[in-house]
């Protein structure tokens, strides 16, 4: 009936509980697997001395060219030195050259893009049109020419492939710049009179820097390559140096014994992948749209 009262109805605990926080899952398997791989190398780099049987610059020369066996475990090269100490201490100079390299390209690269894009005008005209000559040219010719022209040598490598690497660093922090300065927050601190300084250190890089800390992941790879590349044509490493690229050029003209230039290279491969990984699984993991997917 229309005049007939309802009953009141009042909800109980369980209707007034706050809904439940969505569990955020775990990160995926590409950055376990790239953490793993990573992880383990960087293990050998560190405690390479002890791992190697022999040292990487003994010469038997009555046991060149020996296959694997329980004694040489990746074989002998030309000189009878033995693969397996040299692979596991070039790994203390390939990775931690790459490492090294794009951190430097990384901090200039940061530097210039965010002043570029914070600045705006005509700064950011002059410095995009460096950028853009740099990024006008391969990489890897771009760094066999400035290698060519210092000298070979694994110092002048690595400034070339800082040379090469820095500008695609400025590029993406300047688009990162560009978006952040546009946030709420960030017009509020301007219209509050914080410096510029501030401003873009306190409010746009940080929150600029994910895409950054991908990219950079991913380049060590292409370092690696880079620097067996111009250790392979003979403009990084100087043999006798157990670095990947180097070995691998002793072998290039020996197929019959395969496993001179096989396991510097699967070396070259597994590391790079694992740093593959381990990009892909951190822009999954730093990317908020792919993290909750």
Wanted: hydrophobic share 55%; glycine share 10%.
């Amino acid at each position: 009936m229309a005049g007939e009262a309802r009953p009141l109805v009042i909800p109980g605990p369980a209707a007034l509980a706050r809904p439940a926080r969505r569990v955020r899952p775990l990160p995926g398997t590409a950055l376990w697997t790239g953490a793993v791989i990573v992880g383990a190398w960087a293990l050998v780099a560190a405690f390479g001395p002890l791992l190697a049987p022999h040292s990487p610059l003994d010469l038997d020369v009555m046991n060149r060219l020996q296959p694997p066996s329980a004694g040489h475990p990746f074989g002998t090269d030309e000189a009878g030195r033995d693969n397996f100490s040299r692979v596991v201490y070039g790994a203390r100079i390939t990775i931690p050259v790459a490492v090294g390299v794009i951190v430097v390209a990384s901090a200039i690269g940061v530097g210039v893009g965010g002043v570029s894009g914070y600045a705006g005008g005509r700064t950011d005209e002059v410095l995009m049109r460096i950028v853009d000559v740099v990024l006008a040219f391969p990489s890897i010719v771009l760094a066999m020419a400035i290698t060519a022209a210092l000298g070979p040598g694994l110092p002048h490598a690595m400034l070339a492939i800082v040379l090469v690497a820095w500008a695609e660093f400025s590029r993406l922090m300047r688009g990162q710049v560009l978006a952040a300065k546009a946030n709420d927050y960030v017009l509020a601190a301007r219209a509050l009179g914080a410096p510029a300084w501030r401003v873009l250190l306190r409010h746009v890089l940080p929150n600029a820097f994910p895409p950054v800390v991908v990219k950079g992941t991913l380049d060590i790879g292409n370092a690696i390559i880079l620097t067996a590349a111009l250790s392979f044509i003979g403009l990084g490493a100087i043999p006798p140096a157990p670095e990947w690229g180097a070995m691998i050029a002793a072998g290039q003209t020996k197929f019959e014994y395969w496993w001179v230039a096989t396991f510097p290279g699967l070396a070259i491969l597994s590391v790079v992948l694992g740093f593959n990984f381990l990009g892909d699984g951190l822009q999954d993991l730093l990317n908020p749209r792919l993290r909750d997917a």
